[in-house]
């Protein structure tokens, strides 16, 4: 997820946003197995409350929504509507 600030991808006030932090760290690969997403364990809350840890969670789930719409649009079942 990116937020852009400047005219090119390069420039590098696209590095001093306030999420710019949210995915570093452990948090370089966004899912590592779908069971930890799964079942919670994917950046639960008690894992952290500041404002990366939530934006990591929301961004998180806009991701799996998007995936998720594309998925069952692919699905023979939803060829009816």
């Given at each position: 997820?990116?937020?852009?600030?400047?005219?090119?991808?390069?420039?590098?006030?696209?590095?001093?946003?306030?999420?710019?932090?949210?995915?570093?760290?452990?948090?370089?690969?966004?899912?590592?197995?779908?069971?930890?997403?799964?079942?919670?364990?994917?950046?639960?809350?008690?894992?952290?409350?500041?404002?990366?840890?939530?934006?990591?969670?929301?961004?998180?789930?806009?991701?799996?929504?998007?995936?998720?719409?594309?998925?069952?649009l692919?699905?023979?079942?939803?060829?009816?509507?």
């Open positions: 997820m990116l937020t852009r600030k400047g005219p090119s991808p390069e420039d590098p006030r696209n590095e001093m946003g306030s999420a710019a932090g949210a995915y570093s760290g452990d948090w370089k690969t966004l899912f590592t197995d779908t069971e930890s997403l799964a079942r919670g364990k994917w950046s639960a809350p008690k894992t952290g409350a500041t404002f990366h840890d939530a934006y990591r969670r929301y961004g998180a789930s806009k991701l799996c929504e998007v995936m998720f719409m594309y998925a069952a692919l699905s023979p079942a939803c060829s009816s509507f």
